[in-house]
């Protein structure tokens, strides 16, 4: 994973704050905003292409949602990461007409198209692995997510 890639523990949140989809985006967006990794028009961005392509996904051990915006508003490689306090209904990537209950959002802001498919692969392989998601649930702190996201992503 590149070194250009970000992940910080300002842009984590285990208590996204909202009931619905959107509050949380608007919420994981602001987060990137005030880090200047994305531009502003992101967050709108990101509402819009969830509305037309949602990004919901069932793994065995958690449901998530990888939400992601418009790449020109990305000013460096980055990611928000929020655990929802209760499960938040998005709709599935593979069945837009499915509500999935999502217990995760990891809110992708990638510029280069190759650096975003090896994110997502990464983001795939590490949904599929029980135990992280366990730890993910575990987690007492955004340190110790940011430690699993880290190993996972950056080190892998």
Not at 111 to 120: F, G, M, R
């Amino acid at each position: 994973m590149s070194k250009r890639f970000e992940i910080c523990e300002s842009c984590i949140d285990l208590h996204l704050p909202g009931a619905d989809r959107e509050a949380m985006l608007r919420h994981l967006a602001g987060l990137l905003v005030r880090q200047g990794l994305v531009e502003p028009a992101y967050v709108e961005k990101i509402l819009e292409r969830e509305a037309s392509c949602p990004t919901g996904l069932p793994f065995p051990a958690m449901t998530i949602a990888l939400p992601h915006g418009d790449p020109a508003f990305v000013r460096r490689a980055s990611m928000a990461v929020g655990r929802c306090p209760e499960p938040v209904a998005f709709y599935s990537m593979e069945d837009p007409s499915e509500a999935l209950q999502v217990e995760m959002v990891v809110l992708l802001a990638v510029n280069d198209p190759d650096e975003h498919l090896a994110v997502l692969n990464n983001l795939m392989e590490m949904f599929t692995r029980p135990q992280v998601c366990q730890d993910l649930r575990a987690a007492q702190s955004r340190a110790q997510v940011c430690g699993i996201f880290r190993q996972m992503l950056c080190e892998a």
